[in-house]
């Protein structure tokens, strides 16, 4: 009896060659060749891998993507710079931002190149309720209220307290 075999080798869209290959979920600090269909890592192998673009990254990191939890810069060209730098994830957490629902709704429309957040402006609401103002997410409004300490310094009283909440509600 003859059995005829034949193997089919499936190219993968994107194989990356021979980086450094890190994984901070598993621990993986090694060579490797990267496999990717469409938007998916598919395999990670010490072995050869066939793809329809091959990228040599020999002497460079291969990594899912970095997260920076404390990004000032939240418009495209900041984006842009990031992802150059390997950031697949921009974060606004220290002063936060106002109003975070509209700027949630316009960063959706914007077709940002990176995952993209933001922490609910509470420096500004404290400088508010200090103030006795109108929070207002600028560089203006935070630049000027640096001539006063009481915001930065003092213990909000329960009544400032249920302010502050309720500007960040």
């Known amino acids: 009896m003859f059995l005829a075999s034949s193997t089919v080798v499936l190219a993968n869209d994107i194989v ?3 980086g450094r290959a890190i994984g901070p979920e598993t621990g993986l600090d090694a060579i490797r060749n990267v496999a ?3 938007d998916k890592i598919v ?11 091959v990228i040599d ?7 899912p993507g970095f997260i920076d939890v404390h990004a000032h810069g939240q418009n495209i060209g900041d984006y842009r710079m990031q ?19 509209d700027w949630y709704a316009g960063q959706a429309q914007k077709n940002l190149p990176v995952n993209y957040g933001a922490s ?3 420096t500004y609401n404290r400088i508010a309720t200090f103030s006795e103002t109108d ?3 600028t560089a203006a409004y935070f630049k000027d209220a640096q001539i006063r300490n009481d915001w930065k310094m ?8 249920e302010n502050i909440l309720s500007l960040l509600e």
Not at 43 to 53: R, Y
Request: charged share 15%; no cysteine.
């Open 16 to 18: 990356i060659t021979g």
């Open 43 to 53: 395999t990670i192998s010490e072995f050869p891998l066939e793809g329809d673009v």
């Open 36 to 38: 990717i269909d469409g």
């Open 135 to 137: 929070p207002l997410a």
């Open 154 to 161: 003092d213990s909000a009283n329960a009544d400032q307290s």
């Open 120 to 122: 609910a402006g509470w």
């Open 57 to 63: 990254a020999s002497g460079h990191v291969v990594s």
């Open 83 to 101: 992802v150059i730098q390997g950031v697949t994830t921009s974060l606004e957490l220290e002063p936060g931002v106002l109003p975070i629902g």
